[in-house]
């Protein structure tokens, strides 16, 4: 999307909000051309319908691709190949996101998203012809970099189509899709089960080839439905632009930005502690996302002592649950613009999860406490990163930051591909434990992050209440005292 076309994130004053509507019906456009309520929640419908989706599928084909290697595993892979842990795939993670972070923009998401896609689609594929362990780590190498551009990518489109107070329940669209992706892999790896030994292929390879040629199929459509910008796409008609431009003109004036960002934004996101706040929250609680995500199909099959196809289908309604409800807290949370209430509810849920999973109960009882583990790690995941994208300002302030945060993120990835080895069995007491302990790190961070919030917005209050005037032509940060945090 085109620098000027942005959604910027920003909150304003009554005041501020006052003038700037004040502002557009001196326009000589006549007040007809001003959006009603009723004709901007048809846009956001219809931006639901064309945008969200696609985003939606593409985050969930992203994790079928990466977290397939559990379902592999337990159908012959790691004595085919020698499998060990692959955290070597989060560490080119790393290296990708902050840099895709800044550039995605001015490449243009049109051309980034379909080309990054197919790349990925393509080494997924390739691992399907894998002949040993070496070759498995080039390919968690290029994997590792190619999908490591995709979640900054995405979350920025969405960040260039939602305002601010819509984006809650958009991002947890894509935390859904990862959890989706969970339940679907299931459905996938159970049925390719059956083709174990097709073609002379066993049914782990079949898995790569067939979810890689899915992923193809799909970087080619997103040519298509991926568009530029709001001015040229395919499924918004004239009136619909218009309400698109009034809300990108609306977020440009509350924000006090161009579109135009460079080192001053960056140094802004460097400098402020919430980023790295943040960041180091999302380090521990992706540890509990990535290690359930992938390693959940390993751990009910030797951890729980199931059969091979129980295992596959057993995952299947623990991912939906966890989607559910992530759905329900998302949409809450932009409903009541509450962002620390939710995470803070439902971590405990994990904590007790882990409990269980530590002590010595049977295998049913251990089976539900991965219900109550779904419930928390979906939600904070998404929560946490939602938190900090509606709270920074201006555009760049907010793309550097996401950047600092998904670059810190997949340091859980590393750490994750540890904690739960084969070797690890039976039990895996060291993965649970360790993430355990994450979520209450996460729990307890999250108070510390939410008092410096609160102590921010009343310094902001004194400002205002002291005549505050901003130094004309300065930056417009969320440090404003017009801009006011969720909370």
Partial sequence: MGDHTSIKDASISEKKQEQITNEYLQQDEPPATIASKQAEDKLRRKLDRFIAPVMMLLMLISYLDRGNIGFAATQGMTQDIKLKAVSVFYIFYILAEFPTSILVKRLQFNRVIP??????????????????????????ILLGFFEGCLFPAMTLFMCNWYTREELGIRVAYLFVASALSGAFGGLIAWGILHMDGAAGYPGWRWLYIIEGIITLVWAVICIWVVPKNYETAYFLNSD??????????????????????????IKEAAKDIKS??????????????????????????YGFNYSTEQAQYLVIPVNLWGAIVYAIGAYLSDRYQKRFLPLILMAPFGIVG????????????????????????????????????????????????????????NIGGVVSGQIYQSNAAPGYKLGHGWSLGCLVFAWCAWWVIFAIYKRREKRKDAKLAAGYTRVEGSMYTDREPDFRYQI
């Fill in 115 to 140: 080309v990054i896609t197919f790349s990925w689609g393509l080494v997924c594929l390739c691992t399907g012809f894998v002949q040993n362990f070496a070759g498995l780590i080039v390919c968690r």
């Fill in 240 to 265: 619909e632009k218009a309400i698109m431009r009034q809300r990108a003109e609306r977020a440009e004036a509350y924000s006090g930005g161009s579109g135009h960002y460079g080192k001053a934004e």
């Fill in 276 to 301: 790295w706040f943040h960041g180091t929250i999302q380090i521990f609680v992706v540890t509990i996302l990535y290690g359930f995500g992938t390693f959940l199909p390993i751990i009910i099959r």
């Fill in 354 to 409: 882990y409990v269980i999973l530590l002590s010595p109960v049977s295998t049913g009882i251990r089976y539900f406490a991965t219900y109550l583990i779904a419930t928390s790690c979906f939600l904070c995941t998404g929560g946490n990163i939602t938190w900090l994208s509606v709270n920074c300002a201006p555009d760049g302030k907010r793309a550097a930051s996401l950047g600092i945060l998904l670059t810190l993120t």
